[in-house]
């Protein structure tokens, strides 16, 4: 086991089963592909069924990019994933402001909910960088 297992294979995989909608892009650091994959269907699905096999070279590269520390990126992708129109995943990271502007317009009429499946990864790391 790496000591900076920031993402995990489990959830990778987990989110690979949707990932049609580009979510395991997402969850690994990679939000313009998983803009594409979005868009496209995984490719047209076969992109998607490529990502079975490239998961595990995803997950490298996240746990080399990202370091692990106080937040941990598990959770806060489960809380984005689930309840992030919510704002859960704010208030888990400590931004309350934001967090409760989530909850009540509803993750900022879902656009800022969108905003961050693409940015998610870096606010942890600058937050874990930091403390």
Known sequence: METNDTHSKTIGYLLWIFG????????????????????????FLIGWIVDLFL???MDRAADHRY?????DYDI??????????????RFYLGKWGTGLLWLFTGGLFGIGWAYDFCTL?????????AS
């Open 76 to 89: 806060s992708w489960i809380l984005l994933t689930f309840l992030g129109l919510f704002g859960v995943h």
């Open 121 to 129: 990864n870096g606010k942890i790391d600058e937050l874990n960088r």
């Open 20 to 43: 049609f909608t580009g979510s395991h892009r997402f969850y690994y650091g990679r939000p313009i592909t998983g803009v594409i994959w979005l868009l496209t269907g995984g490719l």
């Open 67 to 71: 370091v692990k520390g106080r937040y």
């Open 55 to 57: 998961i595990p070279s």
